[in-house]
């Protein structure tokens, strides 16, 4: 089963910066992708940020030239860098990976980090 462990979140004040890690329990080249979601109180969770495989990013508008992804590759993690944080980046945030098992597309979730952006 593959397990995917969160760190990083806390408390910070807005305009400043967190970096989250999600280790995974085996290669992350086995996956399709890697991605951070969040979810907020009251609403749905969303997807923050996704790195493919071959390196390719795509990012949530709210937080294009924000927020960072990357992976390192010898250490199975993957590392969101948030930056110039906002009160509404306020969330629980999941590590999440896709692979595919069988034909079918398995998602595996970390159990998440809470990020808190108040002054």
């Known amino acids: 089963q593959v397990q995917l462990v969160e760190s990083g979140g806390g408390l910070v004040q807005p305009g400043g910066s967190l970096r989250l890690s999600c280790v995974v329990s085996e290669n992350i080249f086995n996956f399709l992708t890697m991605g951070w979601y969040r979810q907020a109180p009251g609403k749905q969770r969303e997807l923050v940020a996704v790195i493919t495989s071959r390196g390719s990013t795509n990012y949530v508008d709210s937080v294009k030239g924000r927020f960072t992804i990357s992976t390192d590759n010898a250490k199975n993690t993957v590392h969101l860098q948030m930056n110039s944080l906002k009160p509404e980046d306020t969330a629980v945030y999941y590590c999440?990976?896709?692979?595919?098992?069988?034909?079918?597309?398995?998602?595996?979730w970390g159990q998440g980090t809470q990020v808190t952006v108040s002054s």
């Open positions: 999440n990976s896709k692979k595919v098992v069988r034909a079918a597309i398995n998602n595996y």
